[in-house]
């Protein structure tokens, strides 16, 4: 029976603790107006971390228009951008400093709230 627990245990130490990290990072990047913190999935995974890039804007409404859907939370819109390979671990360390909270009913109104930084 023990060896039975040991095992469920060790199923799921490791997803929790990849959120774990995950919610450490986020938590820095809200305590230190994200900013000036460089992040990337990389560096969630114990990987040096990347310097922040502003990508092209084009290319992020593009994105926004095509792979979001509407109204979507802060949350939603860089998750649907840590999905793709169309932005680098840079330009979306970027996108997660410069997006404020908030509940977006369109592209446009992330390109508004993003173009303010």
């Known amino acids: 029976m023990n060896t039975i627990n040991h095992q469920l245990a060790g199923r799921f130490a490791r997803p929790l603790h990849a959120l774990a990290r995950h ?3 986020a938590a820095a990047l809200t305590a230190t107006g994200a900013a000036t913190v460089a ?7 114990g990987a040096e971390s990347a310097a922040v890039q502003k990508p092209d804007m084009k290319k992020v409404a593009a994105h926004l228009r095509a792979h979001v859907k509407y109204p979507a939370t802060r949350a939603q819109v860089l998750d649907a951008c840590a999905q793709t390979d169309e932005f680098s671990a840079a330009e ?10 908030g509940t977006y009913a369109s592209a446009d109104e992330v390109l508004k709230a993003l173009k303010k930084k």
């Open 92 to 101: 979306r360390a970027w996108a997660a400093a410069a997006l404020p909270e």
């Open 23 to 25: 919610l450490v990072l």
């Open 39 to 45: 992040v990337s999935q990389g560096a969630a995974r």
